[in-house]
Nanobody
Framework: QLQLVESGGGLVQPGGSLRLSCAAS????????LGWYRQAPGKQRELVAG???????NYAHSVEGRFTISRNNAKKTVYLQMNSVKDDDTGIYYC????????WGQGTQVTVSS
């Protein structure tokens, strides 16, 4: 079983940057496909970025070119570097790990506001 803990959320101004981290505990972290999802108020949870066990990333169209997902298997951590943030990036960001089973973190709030 995998446990995920997100950190790094907070208040950021439009155009600013933020780095989210998700630390995992449990076995076989390197075998999981990892993802960052977000849920804005009144909206469904959506995939923001994902990275496979082979470290191939994919991004939602809305964040492509601004966000970067990366992973460090030795530290059992996945990151989301958020640059040039916009108001629409506001939401709760969840870390996800998927293999035969799927695990979620508790979420971290990101608020983009001037």
């Amino acid at each position: 079983q995998l446990q995920l803990v997100e950190s790094g959320g907070g208040l950021v101004q439009p155009g600013g940057s933020l780095r989210l981290s998700c630390a995992a505990s449990g076995p076989a972290f390197s075998l999981y496909t990892l993802g960052w999802y977000r849920q804005a108020p009144g909206k469904q949870r959506e995939l923001v970025a994902g990275i496979t066990s082979a470290e191939n990333p994919n991004y939602a169209h809305s964040v492509e070119g601004r966000f970067t997902i990366s992973r460090n298997n030795a530290k059992k951590t996945v990151y989301l570097q958020m640059n040039s943030v916009k108001d629409d990036d506001t939401g709760i960001y969840y870390c996800n790990a998927r293999s035969r089973n799927t695990y979620w973190g508790q979420g971290t709030q990101v608020t983009v506001s001037s």
